[in-house]
């Protein structure tokens, strides 16, 4: 079957609506237990009972709830929240001018009280501020922890701490993330960030950066800058999108616009140009490479049975059979990140923390076979270890198991391409390569952790090692993906 066949059997498969049901179906039982709330309409849709969506979060070890018919829960913008409570206000303050007999005292106690049942109804969206520290970064970036907003309309989804962390910087120390990098960094805007909200001047100064020889941000980065930013005007309290700040947004919005369209248009053509080595061939090279250290040989050994991003740094060792009372508190056996469960009989990954969790949920891997004996072995010379492999980032370490390994250098035009991500391109590649069958693009895309679409993505022309000495990609042992 040709790569269009396959297309077109795939899109075949997509516009079937009892396969198209049975993977939405999927998706919400992902999002179950993900400790996502679905709405009453979507269990009548989806043919799903309280009682299964209760079964469901017992299995991810969360606790049973209730959902009442067609409740949805509506979450609202702040100058939204504040009109509420200063229309409640006013309507009462009317009613009381009306009923001239009503003790004043007695009006005063009712002011009083609808007012704090206002901020009753919203105290987790409301936080008391000093007006000269409304605009600041650290406020905001504390509002935005204890109002992390919804990442997913449909689903009420809310955002993960880490999607916080890149905006905002994290919760406790020095405020960074796009929120820094924009108005700290590259407007020296500290205080009072409402004073550097100028669109068209931001986008002078990020068209400076563009025409540099040594670029200080991409369009990408920029993308991520302005929809933090858009984000910022939404949903803090200090703006008002549909009054002062109306203008203001929507020239962000056709700004975001304009930079998600280059940068999108860059990396398809990024893809055309890039290769990428044969995967088999990275392997080999890493496994009989002396410089290559025995952890990294680990990692190189595992890839193909569990591919990741960079999610396996912190990996911590729990040096027993898992159990269904460690699946129930697994959030808190390693502050939210990943662990292993080694024991003789059984090893499994317990994979809860990464890029697509809110599609895919909590993964719960065991390493079989072939797998099982090389972390086993690795144990074996390394015992008592709190983590598989570093307490850090995994993308360094990877840097160097690939230059050690004589896979990149320096000179190679593709050295400079991220590290963990050059295996991703070089594993999907290779399986791309030679895939016919609809079916088997899903199960790529769910050993990958992401969507079938999103594997054309990743797919490079295959090339042997780059050879400094000749300065070419001389073979392409295949490109009929490319």
Same mark, same amino acid.
């Not at 949903?235 to 616009?257: A, C, H, S, W």
């Given at each position: ?23 939405? #179906?999927?998706? %919400? ?13 979507? =269990?009548?849709k ?9 079964t ?7 606790? *049973? %709830?209730?959902?009442?018919p067609?409740?949805? &829960? ?17 309507? !009462? &303050?009317? !009613? ?11 009006? *005063? ?7 704090q ?5 919203? @105290? ?18 504390k ?15 809310? +955002?993960a ?32 960030? +409402? ?16 025409? #540099?020889? @040594? ?18 005007? +939404? ?5 008002d ?25 860059? @990396? ?10 044969d ?10 490479? $002396? ?6 040989? =680990? ?7 569990? $591919?990741? #991003? ?5 990996l911590? &060792? ?12 697994i ?30 949920g ?12 090389? &972390? ?6 390394? $015992? ?8 850090g ?10 230059l ?7 000179d190679? $035009? ?26 088997? #693009? ?41």
């Amino acid at each position: 079957m040709t790569t269009n066949q396959s297309t077109l059997s795939m899109q075949k498969l997509r516009k079937n609506p009892d396969y198209k049901l049975k993977e939405e #179906r999927k998706r %919400i039982i992902s999002r179950i237990k993900s400790d996502s709330i679905p709405r009453y309409a979507t =269990l009548q849709k989806y043919n799903l009972t309280i009682e299964d969506v209760n079964t469901i979060r017992n299995e991810a070890g969360l606790k *049973k %709830i209730k959902i009442q018919p067609h409740q949805d &829960i509506i979450y609202k913008p702040m100058n939204i929240v504040q009109q509420e409570i200063n229309a409640a206000t006013t309507k !009462q &303050i009317d !009613q009381i001018q009306k009923e001239a007999t009503v003790n004043v005292v007695e009006n *005063k106690e009712a002011l009083d009280k609808i007012q704090q049942e206002a901020k009753d109804k919203y @105290k987790n969206f409301i936080v008391n501020v000093d007006k000269k520290d409304l605009y600041s970064i650290l406020t905001i970036n504390k509002w935005f922890y204890a109002n992390p907003g919804i990442s997913d309309i449909k689903t009420n989804q809310k +955002r993960a701490p880490g999607t916080i962390t890149k905006m905002f910087g994290p919760e406790s120390g020095k405020p960074g993330g796009y929120i820094s990098q924009l108005f700290d960094k590259m407007l020296n805007v500290k205080d009072n960030i +409402r004073k550097g909200i100028n669109i068209n001047t931001i986008e002078k100064k990020y068209e400076t950066f563009l025409t #540099r020889t @040594k670029k200080l941000y991409d369009q990408q980065s920029i993308v991520g800058h302005l929809s933090m930013l858009s984000v910022v005007m +939404r949903e803090y309290p200090g703006f008002d999108i549909e009054g002062e700040d109306k203008d203001q947004y929507n020239v962000l919005q056709k700004t975001i616009q304009k930079y998600q369209t280059s940068s999108s248009a860059k @990396k398809i053509q990024k893809a055309l140009d890039e290769n990428t080595v044969d995967y088999d061939e990275i392997k080999q090279k890493v496994l009989n490479s $002396p410089k290559v250290n025995s952890k990294m040989k =680990l990692y190189m050994k595992l890839y193909e049975d569990f $591919p990741t #991003r960079d999610n396996l740094g912190k990996l911590k &060792i729990i040096y027993h059979k898992i159990t269904d009372n460690d699946k129930k508190n697994i959030k808190n056996l390693n502050k939210g990140e990943n662990l292993i469960f080694i024991d003789e009989n059984n090893i499994t990954l317990a994979f809860i923390n990464y890029k697509t969790h809110n599609h895919f949920g909590d993964i719960y891997h065991e390493f079989k076979g072939e797998y099982k004996k090389f &972390i086993l072995e690795y144990i074996k010379e390394n $015992p008592k270890s709190e983590y598989l492999f570093y307490a850090g980032k995994m993308s360094g370490h990877v840097k160097q198991m690939l230059l050690n390994a004589g896979v990149k250098t320096k000179d190679d $035009p593709q050295g400079s391409s991220g590290n963990i991500n050059y295996l991703r391109k070089a594993f999907v590649s290779k399986a791309l390569n030679n895939i016919t069958d609809p079916e088997d #693009r899903v199960k790529l895309g769910n050993l990958m952790k992401h969507t079938p679409a999103t594997s054309l993505k990743y797919n490079r022309k295959i090339t042997e090692i780059y050879d400094k000495n000749k300065n070419i990609f001389e073979k392409i042992k295949y490109n009929e993906n490319a």
